[in-house]
């Protein structure tokens, strides 16, 4: 069945790779279906919520490839909460208080203090008309609660984490509007998933208890849930929450060269049964993802992995794809010279040098020099005017000079490219071209 789902980021910062991975998880789920993902941008806090972070968002799920279905934006819904709100107010599921800050802290630190969990009273359940009026009168606008049933247990069958059971005594009936009149998350977020027919919320395991609320909202608001999955988080290699995640986004890798196909191959399968592998071909990522592969315990997203992956996709990567990244003049078979020594493209420029030059030659010894002034002597008028110029000439000074090996080989290429290592002699002569080849074994010859 086509599934609808939404990631649904709040504009106050830019994605890191935690919201990177939730928004990927979502796409293949929609796509996997023929289904739809939407762009969710929850931007109910205005004070926090930045125009230029919607755009990073924007850019940022374009350049992983993950460009969505259809955008809302909270901000432009607000109309729709109301209504909600007012059904809700209506069946007395919601309900007005008017304890401030201070006072609430006060409770949970009393609770905590006698060894009970820290959950909202309800005494503002139990004010009477006239207490509620004086509240008012003396100017104390409400703060509005969601009502939990607490008749029966909260049950989903979780696409990650299997049956979830909870006890809606046990948890506090959470505020969902402030006395400004402003939204909190959770009960716009359950009105547009009915609004919008998503069919499947799938996001961190730090929601696994909102979702226990909303369940009720949906029900509360005479809609079915969708069903729901929660992923377990994403560590640092370390196993631990950090830092450095939270900061690690999309800007960030780009600068480091990394490939969006190589972030999307480690993210699609990471915390995952399956291997992580290098592979581009979304279609192929797609056919094996299945919830019923993911792990509970934390996923650990390593760097270093990802900079394996990064080589490997490079690796595999057609020039078309690479071809306006590349530096002048660098054609396809540079392209394949050259591919199978990068562990980002930028680095192509580098190795490009090799061929345009100049390159510079260590100093050789009067007996390397001699040799190389051999190969000068095979390389010229026709000598390296053939299919195969690098077997051509080294075939030649095997044959004259009883030379094998690293002998034969890092003289030439040393001469050749000024390095000891790089890419394939037998890709790279044709590009180099016979007349730079002839000067730089000429050169290193004469010292
Ligand atoms: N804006 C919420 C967040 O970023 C959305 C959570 C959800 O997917 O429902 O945490």
Redesign the pocket.
């Known amino acids: 069945m086509a599934k609808v789902t939404?990631?649904?980021?709040?504009p106050t910062g830019r994605l890191h790779v935690g919201?990177i991975r939730?928004a990927l998880h979502n796409w293949m789920l929609a796509r996997k279906t023929g289904g739809r993902f939407l762009l969710?941008i929850?931007d109910t806090d205005a004070a926090r919520s930045r125009e230029e972070h919607v755009e990073a968002i924007r850019a940022d799920l374009a350049w992983l490839g993950l460009e969505p279905d259809g955008e809302e934006r909270q901000s432009q819904r607000l109309a729709h909460y109301e209504a909600a709100f007012e059904t809700l107010k209506q069946s007395g599921r919601v309900y007005p208080a008017y304890e401030t800050q201070q006072e609430l802290e006060l409770k949970r630190k009393v609770q905590l203090g006698r060894g009970l969990p820290p959950i909202y009273d309800r005494a503002a359940l139990s004010l009477t008309e006239e207490q509620r009026a004086a509240k008012e009168a003396e100017g104390v606008a409400p703060h509005w609660r969601f009502r939990l049933d607490h008749d029966e247990a909260i049950v989903w069958q979780d696409g990650v984490r299997g049956p979830q059971t909870f006890d809606p005594a046990q948890l506090s009936d959470p505020v969902v509007r402030r006395a400004d009149g402003s939204w909190l998350?959770m009960l716009p977020?359950a009105v547009d998933?009915i609004a919008l027919g998503i069919t499947d919320?799938?996001?961190?395991e730090?929601?696994v208890s909102?979702t226990a609320v909303?369940v009720q909202m949906f029900t509360a608001l005479g809609a079915r849930h969708p069903r729901f999955a929660h992923e377990a988080l994403l560590v640092g290699r370390e196993g631990k929450l950090s830092k450095r995640l939270g900061s690690l986004g999309c800007d960030a890798f780009r600068e480091r060269g990394i490939e969006p196909d190589a972030l999307v191959a480690l993210l699609a399968r990471l915390g995952t049964a399956l291997p992580v592998e290098p592979i581009a071909d979304r279609q192929v990522l797609l056919e094996s993802f299945d919830l019923g592969t993911f792990g509970r315990a934390p996923a650990k997203f390593d760097e270093d992995e990802l900079e394996r992956l990064n080589a490997a996709i490079v690796h595999q990567m057609n020039y078309d794809a690479v071809a306006h990244r590349l530096p002048d003049g660098m054609d396809e078979a540079g392209w394949h010279a050259i591919r199978p020594n990068l562990a980002h493209v930028g680095e192509a420029a580098d190795w490009w040098r090799l061929v345009t030059g100049p390159v510079e030659a260590p100093a050789f010894s009067p007996e390397e020099r001699a040799y190389l002034a051999e190969a000068v002597r095979v390389a010229q008028g026709d000598g390296l005017a053939v299919d195969d110029p690098w077997r051509a000439l080294t075939g030649a000074l095997k044959e004259s000079t009883g030379r094998k090996g690293r002998d034969l080989f890092l003289p030439l290429r040393q001469a050749l490219t000024g390095m000891d290592h790089g890419p394939d002699m037998g890709e790279l002569l044709p590009l180099i071209g016979a007349e730079r080849a002839r000067e730089r074994l000429a050169r290193a010859a004469s010292g």
């Open positions: 939404r990631f649904a980021p709040s919201n939730t969710r929850d998350y977020s998933d919320v799938l996001r961190g730090d929601h909102n909303q």
